[in-house]
């Protein structure tokens, strides 16, 4: 590392001691400004929000198909019989044995 580096790394590092300071350049380790961190940070909740309209957005595409409209018909019939069955005894009706 050049002299120039390690005096920028004291810059940004004033409130490290230099044996820390020396401990993060031996083990190389990646420092981040505060600024980079937000910038990040900022960027992943715009992706968090855009994935959320996505899925908004597929949800409320769904259509109503023909097929679920003959569903819910066919559904109600069957249980108007059923009902209409279960009280055969007390109203009566002629259904087929």
């Known amino acids: 590392m050049s ?3 390690k005096d920028n790394l004291k810059d ?4 490290y001691s230099e044996e820390d300071i020396e401990k993060i350049r031996e083990n190389k ?5 505060v600024e980079e ?3 990040v940070y ?4 715009k992706q968090r929000e855009l994935i959320e309209l996505e899925r908004e957005e597929d949800s ?10 003959l569903q819910i018909i066919v559904l ?3 249980s108007i019989l059923c009902v209409m069955y279960l009280l055969k005894d ?6 087929i044995h």
């Open 3 to 5: 002299e120039t580096s």
């Open 12 to 15: 940004f590092l004033k409130t």
């Open 29 to 33: 380790i990646q420092l981040v400004t």
């Open 37 to 39: 961190f937000q910038s």
């Open 42 to 45: 900022r960027m992943q909740e």
């Open 60 to 69: 409320g595409k769904r259509e109503t198909s023909i097929l679920d409209i």
């Open 76 to 78: 109600g019939v069957l």
């Open 90 to 95: 007390y109203i009566h009706l002629h259904l």
